[in-house]
């Protein structure tokens, strides 16, 4: 079975950064659009970011400029740096690989 298994999440200030990073067993990721996406309380999930296999990156209009989507097909890991961290970031995020879906790490900003 696909494990998607995130990581990097917690509390930081207004302009502060944090690294969030999802760890795929189970498969291949290198052959996987992979993303990730957060969903605050009493909001509608929104897509955050998407890496393709040949490493073309989307962003969400609310990060861009901000965050940076990465992977890392040797270490079937997939990264979110976020950076210039805002209070309306504060979610839980969650990585993606086609259907599969990762348990979330919680980023709070205050």
């Known amino acids: 079975d696909v494990q998607l298994v995130e990581s990097g999440g917690g509390s930081v200030q207004a302009g502060g950064s944090l690294r969030l990073s999802c760890v795929v067993s189970?498969?291949?990721?290198?052959?996987?659009?992979m993303g990730w996406f957060r969903q605050a309380p009493g909001k509608e999930r929104e897509g955050v970011a998407t890496?393709?296999?040949?490493?073309?990156?989307r962003y969400a209009d609310s990060v861009k400029g901000r965050f940076t989507i990465s992977r890392d097909n040797a270490k079937s890991t997939l990264y979110l740096q976020l950076n210039s961290l805002k209070i309306e970031d504060t979610a839980m995020y969650y990585c993606?690989?086609?259907?599969?879906r990762g348990q979330g790490t919680q980023v709070t900003v205050s």
């Open positions: 890496i393709d296999t040949d490493g073309s990156t």
């Open positions: 993606s690989m086609g259907t599969s």
């Open positions: 189970g498969y291949t990721s290198s052959n996987y659009y």
